[in-house]
T-cell receptor
Framework: GENVEQHPSTLSVQEGDSAVIKCTYS??????FPWYKQELGKGPQLIID?????GEKKDQRIAVTLNKTAKHFSLHITETQPEDSAVYFC???????????FGKGTSLLVTP | GAVVSQHPSRVICKSGTSVKIECRSL??????MFWYRQFPKQSLMLMAT?????????EQGVEKDKFLINHASLTLSTLTVTSAHPEDSSFYIC??????????FGPGTRLTVT
């Protein structure tokens, strides 16, 4: 089955700096790669996703890049703010009828 | 983004009792939905995949007779934890897949079994 690895497990940045979280996946059939933000005590919130026919996608301060050949994708957050502090999860999936396979999460801390 | 509701948000129950968690998709209808649980500082662990009108498919190690899933309609699913024990204490999260393939999660239910 699919195996998703996520790094780093913790990341601390200064407010205004950029943060990058990287994930790799094993199943070449995977074609959908979402990113979720989870705040303490809440459910995961979809923040951005990318499909395999696209190499990069941006939404304001957030961007995701995908390298299908290398089987890795990354989340980039620019101009970080304290409210970006949360746990971020990457995921991968081959078919919408299947469940997402999650990475282990990255705890991001943005210090003022 | 799409909205998924879960009730209750928190529940405390005594060992041996049963607890029902309700999950609703408020913005779209979906045939397939998923139940996950999450232990502290860990990722989401898939418990079962549920298709409306058919029996749920449980992941290895998840007891189907203990975690009863009723996928009542295209917008409502319930998870009943039967004869709960302290080791069932966890954060339970439901997820629905929209028609365009995005998966949206509920706010979660914190279950504490004493």
């Amino acid at each position: 089955g699919e195996n998703v690895e996520q790094h780093p497990s913790t990341l601390s940045v200064q407010e205004g700096d950029s943060a990058v979280i990287k994930c790799t996946y094993s199943d070449s059939a995977s074609n959908y790669f979402p990113w979720y933000k989870q705040e303490l005590g809440k459910g995961p919130q979809l923040i951005i996703d990318i499909r395999s026919n696209v190499g990069e996608k941006k939404d304001q301060r957030i961007a995701v890049t995908l390298n299908k050949t290398a089987k890795h994708f990354s989340l980039h957050i620019t101009e970080t703010q304290p409210e970006d502090s949360a746990v971020y999860f990457c995921a991968a999936r081959a078919n919408s009828g299947y469940a997402l396979n999650f990475g282990k999460g990255t705890s991001l801390l943005v210090t003022p | 983004g799409a909205v998924v509701s879960q009730h209750p948000s928190r529940v405390i129950c005594k060992s041996g009792t049963s607890v029902k968690i309700e999950c609703r998709s408020l913005d779209f209808q979906a045939t397939t939905m998923f139940w996950y649980r999450q232990f502290p500082k860990q990722s989401l662990m898939l418990m079962a995949t549920s298709n409306e009108g058919s029996k749920a498919t449980y992941e290895q190690g998840v007891e189907k007779d203990k975690f009863l899933i009723n996928h009542a309609s295209l917008t409502l699913s319930t998870l009943t934890v039967t004869s709960a024990h302290p080791e069932d204490s966890s954060f339970y999260i439901c997820g629905w897949t929209s028609g365009t393939g995005e998966q949206y999660f509920g706010p979660g239910t914190r279950l504490t079994v004493t």
